[in-house]
């Protein structure tokens, strides 16, 4: 079974600040997939970035990129200049290859003015 | 694109009625889609997989008796709650992975729907 931590329950940011949440798993696939999903006080569940496990670079999406080390199989999530409509709670995701999703707990992220 | 709908956003039921949650994918078809139950401040959790023309697989400690699902079409996904009881009362969200007109290895959430029994 495959597994998703992520250690930080809440963070803080101040405004145009740069925050890295935290997600490590455990599987023993392949062929992966590995998801961050925002969360905000909505609750719709918005794709923030997508990552294959087999390509080696880092995806990225505007403001938001990740730390993709697959030896280690960290997934860390990077927002740059944050902004206030990015408080919400954060949800980083497993899925092999055509099944469901595997959720973390969450961290929930404040963003200050 | 790949946008999906659930009806409805919120309801509010006596205990022991049955409430149905209707999951569409609006501009894309979805062989699959998934069904999740989130309490508050806490994560998603899988509940089962619906694929279409064929039974929902159900996740451990979940019943199918009580949670019944159907997939009559690429675009529709339903889940019943019947007999609900308050234990019932929770946020479900359901999701759907595209065939065609998306991305085949992601899913798009729908906005969940607020169930409470009282």
């Known amino acids: 079974a495959q597994t998703v931590t992520q250690s930080q329950p809440e963070m803080s940011v101040q405004e145009a600040e740069t925050v890295t949440l935290s997600c490590t798993y455990d599987?023993?696939?392949?062929?992966?997939?590995l998801f961050w999903y925002k969360q905000p006080p909505s609750r719709q569940m918005i794709l923030v970035i997508r990552?294959?496990?087999?390509?080696?670079q880092n995806a990225t999406e505007n403001r938001f990129s990740v730390n993709f080390q697959k030896a280690a199989k960290s997934f860390s999530l990077k927002i740059s200049d944050s902004q206030l409509g990015d408080t919400a709670m954060y949800f980083c995701?497993?899925?092999?290859?055509?099944?469901?999703?595997?959720f973390g707990k969450g961290t929930s992220l404040l963003v200050t003015p | 694109g790949a946008v999906v709908s659930q009806h409805p956003s919120r309801v509010i039921c006596k205990s022991g009625t049955s409430v149905k949650i209707e999951c569409r994918s609006l501009?894309?078809?979805?062989?699959?889609m998934f069904w999740y139950r989130q309490f508050p401040k806490k994560s998603l959790m899988l509940m089962a997989t619906?694929?279409?023309?064929?039974?929902?697989?159900?996740e451990q400690g979940v019943e199918k008796d009580k949670f019944l699902i159907n997939h009559a079409s690429l675009t529709l996904s339903t889940l019943t709650v019947t007999s609900a009881h308050p234990e019932d009362s929770s946020f479900y969200i359901c999701?759907?992975?595209?065939?065609?007109?998306?991305?085949?290895?992601?899913?798009?959430f729908g906005p969940g729907t607020r169930l409470t029994v009282l």
């Open positions: 999701s759907a992975r595209a065939t065609s007109g998306g991305r085949t290895d992601t899913q798009y």
């Open positions: 995701a497993f899925m092999k290859a055509g099944y469901a999703l595997n």
């Open positions: 501009d894309f078809q979805a062989t699959t």
């Open positions: 990552q294959e496990a087999y390509k080696q």
């Open positions: 599987t023993s696939e392949s062929n992966y997939y």
């Open positions: 619906s694929n279409e023309g064929s039974k929902a697989t159900y």
